[in-house]
């Protein structure tokens, strides 16, 4: 590989464009002073599986520009809903760490929790395929604590310093700003094919996991591993998990994309709607724990942020609850000016050398620095509701008032205080880790396994999930216009994960596996180098916990549809309301105008939503009561037929009462198919149906010739 050639500098070459305070590319990287970078892909450690070093200048100018690229929005995690609540101690955990909100079962704790997705500005809608962000504030008696993960438990890249490419990649292309909130485009697949640590993390991010049907059916993952730390200063690596009561359900791809264009509210309407009628969304809190001595024990490196821990190896311990109860009062005020740190922990809470973590330990604080202020911690959002006492003054939005004229400390003018406390039981010391290592930028060996567990992941998914993760890689590739890219990533990526995956996305796509016109040489590849020969694939392990197929949850909480019109029979509709209210279940009745319609007995009844207001990506299942008048009357509505054909589709559950199912045979719905419900009465139909609706999807139906 011929030597890089440093960029002619502005002021010297003939062809500099004087409009603009830009160099013309050159050969060699560098930093914003000029000097050549010799490695972009690692940042500083002190040895290969230590921590990050703050002297990494390189690092630090380039995550700090990446930091201050957008004002004032957030520039990942834009799009935002968020709640109050409290989370609750079920399992005393003083064996293993100091932290005294998990020190007392029954103990309570005040959190605000943040939910968004990842790509889009803060106008996006809220239904695209992204990973979520799930962020928890909790306001403990010993200060604030910022759980700060996502809906996804690994990340696309091991080292933070990747992170602003990542982001540059998947974010709209800069020569024209498209697309906006997808990641269906050259750019962020080229970076994906020449990164092959996010083959994991591709595989969760084209599964149904980024398609949540709503924010309190996702399960959350802290991501890193943390330690917790004894009064004694013992250490236990740990992972957190969030578990919904409700359990983990999802979207299909078409209907998030219909809902995207029909409601860009879809998620934060549904959890603002459901805390209000007091259908609080609630979580288990989890625990991964690993002794300190068995931290070598497993096949991959606890520190990579792109590995977890099988539960089969590692059971989730469940020691806490979380119930959001509270909407906030002020979108800005609260969800928009919180300001999240992982740096953010208490006594007992501590880092590993995770290095994504250490990098986003400086990252965050300098992002809520630029974005909210240096007295971020000052706003109601952001207060802890424990006494804060320092020497901190002045700088931009202060909102404290210090009287006195010390604000420095050692000091004898005011009688030494503030000042540390060594001694007290409380304060918080970092854990002593002994380090030893040479100053380097080098990935560990440890975290060369870029493929065992994505193929764990696909060997683990059921058919329907294996269907929708083909599909969405050859959606996103066909969106693709660079066929090299394309080839790269069949090749080099998914012919690694699994045979099968690889074969479908190839008939889908019409690029060939083993087509070896693109070679990829160490030019393409920069500093990354040549990449090593496909490895061995694993045995076809199997992980249950990572598939979305019999998840628990039942049908509080979900929504579903009644389409009539005039002559409907009333007592039905009084029925199938009545069990789903009981049950916790939202019934709309849904006509061609609002206002009431008459039943068969001439009484009103009122409209819920009128047609066009109404689509059936909004609801759960549907129901089409009899009353021969109001039956006929929907089965000549186009958009009546559409909707139950639509959700048949969609693998939801569909019902009909006496004359109704004349509409389901019009909209194509196969009678006795999964998830069908049909009765000549009311008499039992609502139980049957919601235990129907329970399955949540039925995805062993055969839609094949339903039309679109």
Not at 18 to 32: E, F, S
Not at 513 to 536: F, V
Request: net charge neutral.
């Amino acid at each position: 590989m011929p030597k890089a050639k440093k960029p002619k500098s502005a002021a010297n070459s003939k062809d500099a464009d004087l409009r603009r305070d830009t160099v013309p590319p050159g050969d060699a990287l560098t930093n914003n002073q000029g000097l050549v970078v010799s490695d972009d892909q690692n940042s500083l450690k002190a040895g290969v599986r230590g921590p990050t070093l703050l002297e990494d200048f390189h690092f630090r100018e380039k995550i700090q520009h990446f930091d201050h690229e957008r004002i004032p929005e957030r520039i990942v995690h834009a799009r935002g809903a968020a709640a109050h609540g409290y989370f609750e101690c079920t399992v005393p955990m003083g064996k293993v760490t100091a932290a005294s909100f998990l020190s007392e079962k029954g103990k309570r704790t005040p959190v605000f929790v943040r939910f968004s997705t990842v790509a889009g500005s803060r106008g996006s809608a809220d239904t695209p395929r992204d990973v979520r962000g799930f962020a928890a504030k909790f306001y403990t008696d010993e200060g604030i604590f910022d759980l700060v993960g996502n809906n996804i438990p690994v990340f696309f890249i091991q080292d933070a310093i990747k992170f602003p490419d990542l982001i540059h990649a998947v974010k709209p292309e800069p020569h024209n700003e498209i697309p906006q909130a997808a990641s269906a485009h050259d750019t962020f697949w080229d970076f994906i094919s020449l990164t092959p640590e996010a083959a994991h993390m591709m595989m969760w991010v084209m599964s149904d996991r980024a398609l949540p049907r709503s924010l309190s059916t996702m399960e959350g993952f802290g991501i890193h591993t943390y330690r917790f730390v004894d009064a004694k200063g013992k250490s236990t690596f740990v992972k957190f998990h969030w578990k919904p009561l409700k359990g983990a359900h999802s979207l299909v791809w078409d209907e998030s994309q219909k809902i995207s264009g029909k409601d860009a509210d879809f998620h934060r309407r549904d959890m603002f709607e459901a805390i209000e009628k007091g259908d609080f969304p609630e979580w288990e809190f989890g625990v991964q724990l690993v002794p300190e001595a068995d931290e070598f024990k497993f096949d991959f490196d606890l520190l990579d942020p792109t590995k977890l821990i099988p539960e089969e190896l590692v059971p989730v311990q469940r020691i806490g609850r979380m119930v959001l109860n509270r909407n906030p009062d002020n979108y800005f005020a609260e969800t928009e000016q919180v300001a999240f740190h992982p740096g953010h922990v208490v006594p007992g809470i501590d880092f590993s050398n995770d290095p994504l973590l250490q990098g986003r330990l400086f990252s965050y604080l300098d992002t809520q620095l630029r974005r909210v202020g240096p007295n971020f911690a000052e706003l109601p959002i952001n207060r802890p509701v424990c006494p804060v006492s320092n020497n901190q003054r002045d700088a931009m939005a202060r909102v404290a008032i210090n009287p006195g004229k010390v604000a420095y400390f050692p000091n004898s003018l005011g009688g030494g205080c503030p000042m540390h406390q060594p001694e007290a039981v409380a304060a918080f010391r970092s854990y002593a880790e002994k380090i030893d290592g040479a100053k380097i930028r080098q990935r560990s060996e440890s975290f060369g396994d870029h493929f065992s567990q994505a193929t764990l992941f696909w060997n683990s998914m059921a058919d329907w999930e294996k269907e929708h993760i083909a599909d969405a890689f050859s959606f996103e590739l066909n969106q693709v216009e660079t066929l090299e890219v394309r080839q790269r990533v069949l090749n080099e990526v998914l012919v690694n994960v699994a045979d099968d995956l690889a074969r479908r996305v190839s008939l889908k796509t019409g690029v060939a596996i083993g087509d070896k016109d693109y070679e990829i040489t160490a030019e393409t590849l920069g500093a990354l180098g040549p990449l090593k020969s496909p490895p061995k694939k694993p045995a076809a392990k199997t992980s249950p916990a990572l598939s979305l197929a019999k998840q628990p949850g039942g049908v509080k909480g979900r929504k579903i549809a009644i389409l009539a019109a005039d002559g409907v029979d009333g007592k039905q509709v009084a029925a199938i309301k009545k069990a789903a209210d009981k049950a916790g279940v939202t019934a709309e009745l849904i006509a061609k105008f609002g206002g009431t319609i008459q039943d068969a007995s001439g009484k009103a009844i009122p409209v819920d939503r009128p047609a066009p207001n109404a689509a059936s990506v909004f609801y759960d299942g549907v129901i089409v009561p009899g009353g021969k008048a109001s039956a006929d009357a929907v089965a000549a509505s186009g958009l009546a037929v559409h909707f139950v054909s639509e959700a048949y589709r969609h693998c939801k559950t569909v019902g009909a009462i006496g004359e109704g199912a004349q509409v389901l045979e019009k909209a194509m719905v196969a009678s006795g198919a999964p998830g069908i419900v049909v009765a000549k009465s009311a008499s039992g139909f609502p139980d049957a149906f919601l235990e129907a609706l329970a399955e949540h999807r039925h995805y062993d139906r055969d839609i094949a010739g339903i039309p679109a």
